[in-house]
Structures are given as C-alpha cells and as structure tokens.
C-alpha cells in the first residue's frame, strides 16, 4: 500500500516511477527523487531511429539492421530485437508524456524528439497498420511459429512469413534473407511433417 502511494505521488509529480527505458538512465535527484535522465550514449541513437522511421523510407526490419551496426543496445549490452524497437517507436516517453493507468501525464524529464517527430512516426505506423491489415487475407498454419535459423546464427530474430505461390502451394521466407539476397523457401508440408515428427517424440507419464 505504501510502496503504491509512493509511485501515485511520483506519478502526480510528473515522475516515470518505472525502469529507464532505452536512451534514459535512472538517476537520483540531489533531493532524493528517484527519476530517469538522458542516456548520452545511447540517446542519439534513440533519436535517430525516429528520425529514420518517420522519413517514410525506413521499415522496421531496416531500423534493426541499422541499430546493430551502430552499435545501439541495451543497458545490458544486449541486441535490440524488433519488438523492443517497435515499442520504443510508440512510446511517448521519448516526447515527455507518458501513461499511467490509463492517463496521459506531461513528465518532468528531457524529451528526446519534439511532439511533431513522434507523431509523424505514430502516424506512419498507423498507416502502415491499416496495410498490413488489408494484405493479411489469410491465416497460415504456422505464423509467429517459426523464426529464421540463418538469422538466428547472426544473433538476430525475424519470424518466417506464410506466401501463397500458384494461387495453392504455401510456402514460409525469412524477408530479411529474401531482402539480402539469400531467401530460402520452406513447403508447409516439410513444416508440418517436421512438427509431427517433434511431437511424436513426446510422451506425458498417465499420472
């Protein structure tokens, strides 16, 4: 109950009582307030990533290429994987705003990118939503299933996406790779029979 007061007048004081997220740190006032300031080393590649993205010819897949070669990571030291980018991008912290149950709230900290920037990403992602939702006319048997081993051996992470080849003959690419150069198909067929032959394996002791 305390701990719930303390994070409500945080809150109220226009202070994220959560962790940092990626370009901030969590810092200590010299009045005690626990607070989150500006990451100097990882800030400018937060900046970036919104600026590329609301230029208009940046995809998501791209960001992340980009933010691995340049080295932008995790307080941890950690690979930014896609979700944590796409998260990052829809996140009104970065514009000194966040919300909190339900609320918007004005924060207290040093906005990285200007209300306009972050809604031009917003709006690009919104748009780009309302296509994806529009192509998406049909449901694959294995979607957010399979993830791209090639990729997985670079210390990245992009799922296989279903296509549909003749109008009837399914298949599954990794974009990243069909996007490099190197894409490899996979026949739903193959899939399946490789998923039957793990669950085969399987057996649940009766009691």
Known sequence: EETRKGMTEKVRQGIWPGAAPVGYLNARRPDGKNVIAV????????????????????????????????????????????????????NPLYMGEFDWHGIRHTAQHQPLVSRELFERVQDR?????????????REFAFSGLLACAWCASEGNTF??????????????????????GRGVYYREPDIEAAFLAELQKLWVDPE
């Not at 080849?165 to 069909?178: G, L, P, S, V």
């Open 39 to 90: 990451d100097m080393e990882r800030a400018p590649g937060v900046i970036e990533l919104f600026r590329r993205y609301a230029g208009g010819d940046t995809s998501l897949v791209e960001l992340v290429t980009w933010a691995h070669q340049a080295g932008l990571t995790s307080k941890r030291g950690n690979k930014l994987p896609r979700s944590t980018i796409h998260a990052l991008l829809k």
């Open 125 to 137: 992602m919104a748009q780009r939503a309302v296509v994806s939702r529009a192509t998406q006319f």
């Open 159 to 180: 799922l296989l996406v279903g296509e549909i080849h003749k109008e009837r003959y399914t298949y599954y690419a990794c974009k990243e790779c069909k996007r490099l």
